[in-house]
């Protein structure tokens, strides 16, 4: 018959899995330390041809594997049991709590967690001598068929090792089994200018100038025609012409014209010599009335007087 229940025992069992699922949780990241290590060492004896002993060696990190993949099932049990502690108050072990107790106490003496230990004593104390026999001896198969092949001690078969070689060659980029060059396949070569799909530099220089020269050209294009200005004969015709309003050396007397028909010159303009009689040649069009430099010249004398 189990002894009475005892909060104080339930309050040491809740401890003691804190610091267990601590424990193992540190031995978890120091194996997985090791482990690369011993990968690493794996693929150098790979890699010189050392395939024996490489063969050998590499058992040790199948039970490391195998280790690691234990401690972390027991970890979980831990929390379980961490999470449900209330339940450890009853009398009995409670069904949904039993397989998680058993595994602990089967798997607790074949590891090194001795904090693991210490729970195993307490669940000990706490359910009674006939419950830890029958999860040591797993003769109700409640223990946790995962935590029982774990702790199995049996040699790793020869698929197992031939797969833990050729993941840990490939990871380190050993060529191991050997295979040959023409597996593995050559890289390309860049370098051919002879391949009739692609063109060379020369050509591959020239079809990406084209585009760029067609663009040249066009731009200019519209530049001249944005600075060209419109034909005389463009657009309607407009009746008033203009010329400057004021008398230079290019234009001395501006007139203003109206459909090419020119304005006749008043008898006042005629008399003070300014301009001259219309020919009666002109008809409609600009006379020869405009003098030349030297008439200018004694007219304006002339009116000094």
Avoid at 34 to 61: F, H
């Amino acid at each position: 018959m189990p002894p009475p229940s005892s909060p104080a025992l339930t309050a040491k069992v809740k401890v003691q899995l804190k610091l267990a699922i601590a424990r193992l949780r540190m031995v978890q990241r120091r194996d997985e330390a090791l482990a690369k290590n011993q990968r690493r060492g794996m693929a150098q004896l790979l890699e010189v041809g050392k395939e024996d002993s490489a063969r050998i060696r590499v058992e040790n990190i199948i039970r490391s594997d195998i280790s690691s993949e234990l401690h972390e099932i027991l970890e979980l049990y831990c929390e379980l049991l961490l999470a449900r502690a209330g339940l450890l108050e009853g009398p009995t072990c409670d069904p949904g709590l039993e397989e998680a107790v058993k595994s602990i106490i089967y798997a607790a003496p074949k590891t090194e967690i001795k904090e693991l230990h210490q729970v195993r004593v307490l669940l000990a104390e706490k359910f009674g001598k006939e419950f830890v026999i029958s999860a040591v001896e797993n003769s109700d198969g409640k223990v946790s068929e995962k935590v029982v092949k774990k702790l199995a001690v049996a040699p790793p078969k020869p698929e197992l090792v031939q797969g833990y070689l050729e993941e840990i060659a490939k990871a380190y980029g050993v060529n191991w089994p050997k295979r040959p060059q023409e597996e593995l396949g050559e890289p390309p070569d860049f370098m051919d200018d002879d391949d009739d799909d692609s063109p060379n530099g020369g050509q591959a220089q020239k079809n990406l100038e084209a585009p760029l020269v067609a663009q040249y050209k066009e731009t200019e294009v519209q530049e001249e025609l944005s600075k060209a200005t419109p034909p005389k004969t463009f657009g309607p015709a407009s009746p008033l012409h203009v010329n400057p309003p004021s008398p230079s050396t290019e234009n001395i007397h501006p007139r203003v014209t109206l459909n090419s028909m020119e304005i006749k010159p008043s008898k006042k303009m005629i008399n003070a010599g300014i301009a001259k009689k219309p020919s009666p040649e002109a008809k409609g069009g600009i006379g020869d009335g405009i003098p030349d430099v030297d008439e200018l010249a004694k007219r304006f004398a002339a009116l000094k007087r």
